[in-house]
């Protein structure tokens, strides 16, 4: 999701929506319940949309303003990752099922959007079939049919056209690649996936090869959104997505701004979880973080699209001045530095690296406990299952490097005076260029030389998310941060551990870790439909993930966010990386 992932799929979601308490997305959050009773004007207060709503109102109209410093990786809903990217394409994508358009936890629970229900599941697990609702139509105000909703989930193959984005649907229904993807299709509707079939415009059925307990999640991603063939721009079409919800593409200028009208053609009484209120939708674009958070709290824009919590600069002064304006959750996001193994492939140098590191000072770096987060020690979040947050196999939870260890792995590597790498990091990100120079003086003390590269946060995909770019730069090591596609190991882990979902492109395992041990430990995982079960597949995971040294956890993330007196039903979602549930906010005129 950066983005970008909540919930829990049929055969065991009972158990796992009880148990997902906080969440995750390029996927999710939770967080501090109560106002903290720093109230203030107009009844606002401290935490006072932390799982609750602030501020209810039915009242439409105005013009919601959103202003970030990080780009989309793609607004395309096939391409995009970025947890934020998933919460504002609720605009203008629906899918068959959604999340609950409630605050905290409940808004885990999956609910019907597209089709009649949440989908009929044979007993086997293997087959799904959904029945699409009357009524729901494209913006020009044609139907939206099974055949559209099939298109668009095929587009996930085109790698080579359009990369990026979540490739679960891919890996579940086409697990041996057979399947070349639309533009390769020789079909002549070119509809020839197999895996899925549309007997008529209103059914559309899933047919599985292997059961896979968490595939109503991925149906619930925007990648299964649906995409009209004859609107298709395939690579240029995340410039301009033709809408399936309640807004439209009006204007978009990348870098600069986007703005959103209502799509007339959407018809409220077909979808029971957008509120769609605000008259228009506008994005600004700023490189100057900093000047960002200032007009902010100016009252310029209403919110900061990102999501990633107000700067260092101004963190004081919110806090001093305006606390009854913003909100502490975490985010279910770890924070870390990941170790490309095509650059550093010694085992013993990259625990060199994780014992050199100071957490206390990276935690610091990061705002500290409340802007911060709390410090992690392995790889899974708190909230899923397999989870254990006492685990801490290179002692990060004491605060402080271990300098000792860090030279003994060092001679254990062949490089006992150090050696030289470079931290790649977003330039657009001033709280990962303070991590990275934090980590940069904490390696210097054991002879690692690090220098720090900024590369362009709106180009990752391209950069570190390229691993033939990652290995001519000599990316060492690269900054980033990661919430779970959905709270089950699956969700969290696999993209960045699982060999099989390494790409050439929009990749998101930079470790390029693939050992056949893990993948295989996936596979498990993936068929046990008891969460219980899987969670102690994915506890070997994440054991094994850190015997392998490719990551550094930072922090569990919490994030202050500012949000202005003009928003109503302000609430923070689990199911959004305890973003607000940007698809509910309305504004006073």
Not at 33 to 49: E, H, Q, R, V
Not at 137 to 152: A, F, L, N, R, V
Not at 391 to 403: C, E, T
């Amino acid at each position: 999701m950066t983005l970008m992932s909540s919930q829990r799929r049929r055969i065991a979601a009972g158990a796992l929506l009880a148990a997902a308490t906080m969440v995750v997305t390029t996927a999710c959050g939770g967080g501090n319940g109560g106002s903290g009773g720093d109230k203030g004007k107009d009844g606002l207060a401290f935490n006072g949309g932390v799982n609750k709503v602030l501020n209810a109102s039915d009242k439409k109209g105005g013009e919601l303003k959103f202003i970030g410093s990080q780009e989309a990786d793609n607004w395309d809903p096939q391409r995009g990752y970025y947890g934020f990217v998933w919460d504002f394409a609720r605009y203008y994508t629906r899918q068959l099922v959604t999340f609950k358009a409630e605050p905290g936890a409940a808004s885990t629970e999956l609910v019907s959007d597209l089709a009649t229900d949440t989908g009929k599941v044979s007993a086997d697990g293997l087959t799904y079939t959904f029945t699409l609702k009357d009524g729901v139509t494209w913006e020009d105000g044609k139907p939206i049919t099974s055949k559209d909703i099939k298109y668009g989930i095929e587009r996930i193959w085109a790698q080579d056209v359009i990369s990026g984005g979540p490739i679960y649907l891919q890996q579940v229904l086409d697990p041996k690649g057979e399947y070349k993807g639309p533009y390769k299709d020789t079909s002549a509707d070119k509809l020839g996936l197999k895996a899925i079939e549309t007997p008529d415009d209103k059914t559309i059925v899933f047919k599985l090869p292997v059961a896979n307990g968490d595939f109503l999640q991925m149906l619930a991603m925007p990648a299964a959104s649906p995409v009209r063939q004859d609107k298709d721009t395939k690579s240029k079409y995340g410039l301009k997505p033709f809408s399936s919800g309640p807004y439209k593409w009006e204007s978009y200028t990348p870098n600069k701004s986007i703005k959103l009208v209502r799509n007339d053609k959407w018809d409220a009484k077909t979808d029971t979880v957008r509120k769609a209120l605000p008259d228009k939708i506008s994005v600004t674009f700023t490189t100057n973080a900093d000047d960002m958070d200032n007009r902010l709290i100016e009252g310029e824009y209403d919110l900061d699209i990102n999501a990633t919590g107000v700067g260092a600069a101004a963190r004081q002064k919110v806090l001093q001045q305006h606390k009854e304006n913003v909100d502490n959750p975490q985010t279910g996001f770890i924070r870390y530095a990941v170790f490309p193994q095509t650059v550093i492939d010694n085992v013993e140098c990259r625990k060199a690296i994780i014992y050199a590191a100071d957490s206390k000072s990276l935690q610091t770096a990061r705002g500290g406990p409340q802007a911060g987060g709390d410090i992690a020690s392995n790889m899974l979040p708190p909230a899923i299952k397999g989870a254990d947050p006492k685990a801490d196999p290179y002692g990060k939870l004491a605060g402080k490097a271990d300098v000792a260890k860090a030279k003994a792995a060092l001679a254990k590597c062949g490089k006992p005076n150090g050696f030289k790498t470079t931290i790649a990091v977003r330039n657009n990100k001033p709280i990962e260029i303070a991590t990275a120079e934090s980590l940069q003086q904490s390696l210097k003390a054991v002879g690692i030389e690090a220098q720090i590269d900024q590369f362009d946060g709106a180009q990752t995909s391209g950069i570190i998310g390229s691993p033939k770019v990652v290995k001519e730069k000599g990316y060492g090591i690269i900054i980033m941060g990661w919430g779970a596609d959905f709270p089950s190991g699956q969700g969290f882990l696999q993209p960045l551990v699982d060999g099989r979902f390494i790409l050439q492109s929009g990749n998101n395992n930079f470790s390029e870790l693939n050992d056949k041990a893990v993948n295989g430990l996936f596979d498990q995982a993936l068929k046990e439909t008891d969460p219980v079960k899987a969670g102690e597949l994915y506890k070997q995971i994440n054991t094994k993930v850190s015997e392998a040294a490719v990551y550094l956890p930072f922090t569990h993330e919490k994030n202050i966010i500012w949000r202005s007196s003009r928003l109503t039903n302000v609430y923070t979602a689990d199911a959004y990386n305890g973003r607000y549930d940007y698809a509910s906010l309305g504004v006073v005129k």
